[in-house]
């Protein structure tokens, strides 16, 4: 896919990356993959992540499924990385189903571990699909808190029409959680942020009672995806219209 009405100005890329696998023995890749991480050339920035069974966080593990969310000096540099690192080519040998997507930032506010690893580089206007990615070390006396308020809005989540595709992820067991989501338009992201009651609620308890150390939001424009995400591209099946 290919984005329309928009340029970008150049500089580092963003790709998210969803593997998942036949049985649970998947896990140890989370300790294998970072040392080869850490040694690849023109990686910038990059996490990986456990992911929810549900759409949004949950205290459920899918143990089977894990991604990775990386932020690159340039194409060249990703593109490197795809046709020599062992980690992709173990995606491609082992994985049962995959699905990547590159990014184009358009907003980016706060911070991950103190950085901010996201600058929006698209100029223009866009009228097409938007990816989401929310993140937040949540302070350990609000996790009950946290918690008693994902069921709500995980339903509030499953009936957004304009919802692609999303799943919840985690870097560290129930304190640091994520949602990466995929909508038809920011139309639909803004429906969901502002008319849906529950996620209004749910952001107006974090911010009287501070649960929140430390938050992230950023949009993207998703310009190039491949494979399948629950036996299909979310950024290609066909879309019901607004």
């Not at 963003?14 to 036949?22: C, D, E, K, S």
């Not at 006396?141 to 692609?164: H, K, M, N, W």
């Amino acid at each position: 896919m290919s984005a329309t009405g928009t340029q970008t100005s150049g500089g580092s890329v963003v790709t998210f990356h969803l593997q998942r696998y036949a049985d649970r023995g998947a896990m140890r890749h989370m300790a294998f993959d970072r040392p080869v991480l850490r040694r690849t050339g023109g990686l910038l920035f990059w996490r990986l992540l456990g992911t929810g069974r549900g759409p949004s966080t949950t205290l459920g593990a899918d143990l089977r499924r894990w991604a990775l969310l990386a932020v690159w000096r340039d194409e060249r540099a990703l593109e490197e990385f795809l046709a020599r690192s062992p980690i992709p080519a173990r995606w491609r040998r082992e994985a049962i189903e995959t699905w990547h997507v590159r990014l184009a930032p358009i907003a980016s506010r706060g911070r991950w571990n103190g950085v901010e690893p996201f600058t929006p580089i698209i100029r223009g206007l866009h009228s097409g699909p938007v990816a989401v990615l929310t993140r937040a070390s949540i302070r350990p006396s609000r996790l009950p808190a946290f918690y008693r308020s994902v069921p709500a809005v995980d339903r509030s989540l499953r009936a957004q029409e304009g919802c692609l595709a999303s799943v919840g992820l985690g870097e560290w067991p129930l304190a640091r959680q994520a949602t990466f989501s995929l909508w038809r338009d920011a139309a639909a992201v803004r429906a969901f942020a502002y008319a849906g009651l529950a996620h209004r609620e749910v952001v107006e308890r974090v911010r009287a009672h501070d649960w929140y150390s430390e938050e992230l939001f950023a949009r993207f424009i998703p310009y190039a995806s491949a494979g399948t995400w629950d036996g299909a591209d979310p950024l290609t099946r066909p879309r019901a219209a607004p």
